[in-house]
C-alpha cells in the first residue's frame, strides 16, 4: 500500500465495512429467529465518540444540537473490512 493515497485507503475500508455489515443485515432477516447463527452476526460492538444522549446537549428552543457519533460493527463488517484491506493490498 505504498502508492495509495489515504484517501483510497479510508474509501475502500470504509466501503468494506458498509458492505460487510449490509450483507450481515441481509442474513440476519433471512435466517430464522432465535436460531444461534442469526445471533451471531446480530452480535455488535459499539464505540461512542462525543454526546450521544450524554449531558452536552445545547439546547436553543426549536433546535437541540448533540454533538458525536457512534461506530457500530458486527460480525460481517469485519469480515468486509478484512476483504477490502486484501483488496487493497493485493490488488492494484
Do not use: E, W
Not at 502508492?3 to 485507503?9: A, Q, V
Not at 462525543?50 to 433546535?63: K, R, T, W, Y
Amino acid at each position: 500500500m505504498k502508492n495509495r493515497s489515504i484517501k483510497l485507503i479510508f474509501f475502500g475500508l470504509s466501503a468494506g465495512a458498509l458492505i460487510g455489515t449490509l450483507i450481515g443485515n441481509m442474513l440476519a432477516f433471512i435466517l430464522p429467529d432465535g436460531s444461534a447463527v442469526r445471533q451471531f452476526f446480530l452480535i455488535s460492538y459499539d464505540f461512542t465518540f462525543g454526546s450521544i444522549d450524554g449531558p452536552h446537549l445545547i439546547d436553543l428552543g426549536v433546535i437541540i444540537l448533540d454533538f458525536g457519533f457512534i461506530l457500530k460493527f458486527n460480525v460481517c463488517s469485519i469480515i468486509g473490512f478484512g476483504i477490502a484491506y486484501y483488496l487493497l493490498k493485493y490488488f492494484r
